[in-house]
């Protein structure tokens, strides 16, 4: 078991190499060929330009995220809009070409009906830039459901009590303080839910999990499977192996939340915050 495990998280370091960057707060992009292992290099000719957006919310439900090689934060609050501001950092041969590239820059934030949507990538029209790093900070109010497509970057989420979908692929996701659930895919990165109160229900592959639930009343039932993979778990479950498959399952107090993983060559971890 312990070989195994070994095993997987090596396997899993090497999938996640990308995001190794981007956990240090920096996602260097070329064009064409994915995130680079290089390093933002803070000496090469690069020019920075902020672009801030208002979206009044008070008719909206729900915040639909589309990002790609992007930092992206999700922070809730008391607040009836949501306000967006993106900071790029570009690199080309000089700083006057990277200022005329970004100067045409601008946040592709509309609202359609009663979704707002946030496409988080660099637009295809600019074609001349060749490094970049871009960052999102979302703030919106606390129960607005949030929807999110992650490519190559990474999630944080923050005090959010509208319900989360997800889903990433070669990236990395974090939340803290969400009350309002969260489902989501999971493909070749990593996912890590702190202070989490409700059902949660989550599909992995080659992805390393790490689940602290809230202790509360209503309780929590637990149906987690690991193919090829592993589950460790503080919380008691009763636990079975039948060759590659391992199953944990148990109810806490009064079982009222659903929790299910179903997880493949992927490292599971579930414990309780008191």
Same mark, same amino acid.
């Given at each position: 078991?312990?070989?195994?495990?070994?095993?997987?998280?090596?396997?899993?370091?090497?999938?996640?190499?990308?995001?190794?960057?981007?956990?240090?707060?920096?996602?260097?992009?070329?064009?064409?060929?994915?995130?680079?292992?290089?390093?933002?290099?803070?000496?090469?000719?690069?020019?920075?330009?902020?672009?801030?957006?208002?979206?009044?919310? @008070?008719?909206?439900?729900?915040?639909?995220?589309?990002?790609?090689?992007?930092?992206?934060?999700?922070?809730?609050?008391?607040? !009836?809009? #949501?306000?967006?501001?993106?900071?790029?950092?570009?690199?080309?041969?000089? =700083?006057?070409?990277?200022?005329?590239?970004?100067?045409?820059?601008?946040? !592709?934030?509309?609202?359609?009906?009663?979704?707002?949507?946030?496409?988080?990538?660099?637009?295809?029209?600019?074609?001349?830039?060749?490094?970049?790093?871009?960052?999102?900070?979302?703030? =919106?109010?606390?129960?607005?459901?949030?929807?999110?497509?992650?490519?190559?970057?990474?999630?944080?989420?923050?005090?959010?009590?509208?319900?989360? !979908?997800?889903?990433?692929?070669?990236?990395?996701?974090?939340?803290?303080?969400?009350?309002?659930?969260?489902?989501?895919?999971?493909?070749?990165?990593?996912?890590?839910?702190?202070?989490?109160?409700?059902?949660?229900?989550?599909?992995?592959? @080659?992805?390393?999990?790490?689940?602290?639930?809230?202790?509360?009343?209503?309780?929590?039932?637990?149906?987690?499977?690991?193919?090829?993979?592993?589950? !460790? @778990?503080?919380?008691?479950?009763?636990?079975?192996?039948?060759?590659?498959? #391992?199953?944990?399952?148990? =109810?806490?107090?009064?079982?009222?939340?659903?929790?299910?993983?179903?997880?493949?060559?992927?490292?599971?971890?579930? @414990?309780?915050?008191?």
């Amino acid at each position: 078991m312990r070989n195994r495990r070994i095993t997987l998280l090596v396997l899993i370091a090497v999938t996640c190499l990308a995001l190794l960057e981007g956990r240090l707060g920096i996602i260097p992009y070329n064009r064409g060929t994915g995130i680079t292992i290089t390093g933002w290099d803070e000496f090469i000719p690069h020019a920075v330009v902020e672009k801030e957006c208002l979206l009044p919310a @008070s008719d909206l439900t729900q915040l639909v995220i589309d990002a790609e090689a992007a930092r992206v934060t999700v922070s809730g609050a008391e607040t !009836d809009s #949501i306000q967006i501001l993106a900071t790029v950092h570009a690199a080309a041969s000089t =700083v006057e070409k990277v200022e005329e590239d970004l100067a045409g820059f601008k946040i !592709d934030a509309i609202v359609e009906g009663e979704t707002a949507i946030l496409r988080a990538k660099m637009p295809s029209e600019m074609p001349k830039i060749g490094t970049f790093r871009i960052v999102y900070q979302v703030t =919106v109010p606390q129960d607005l459901f949030i929807s999110a497509v992650v490519q190559q970057g990474l999630l944080e989420l923050s005090d959010l009590s509208g319900g989360i !979908d997800l889903d990433a692929e070669y990236s990395g996701s974090s939340a803290n303080n969400l009350s309002g659930g969260i489902t989501g895919d999971i493909r070749y990165g990593s996912i890590e839910l702190k202070r989490v109160e409700g059902p949660v229900d989550l599909q992995t592959v @080659s992805s390393a999990v790490e689940l602290v639930l809230v202790d509360v009343p209503a309780g929590y039932t637990f149906d987690i499977e690991a193919a090829y993979g592993t589950i !460790d @778990s503080t919380i008691g479950l009763e636990r079975k192996e039948d060759n590659a498959l #391992i199953t944990a399952k148990g =109810v806490l107090r009064e079982g009222e939340y659903p929790v299910t993983v179903r997880s493949r060559f992927s490292t599971v971890e579930i @414990s309780l915050e008191r």
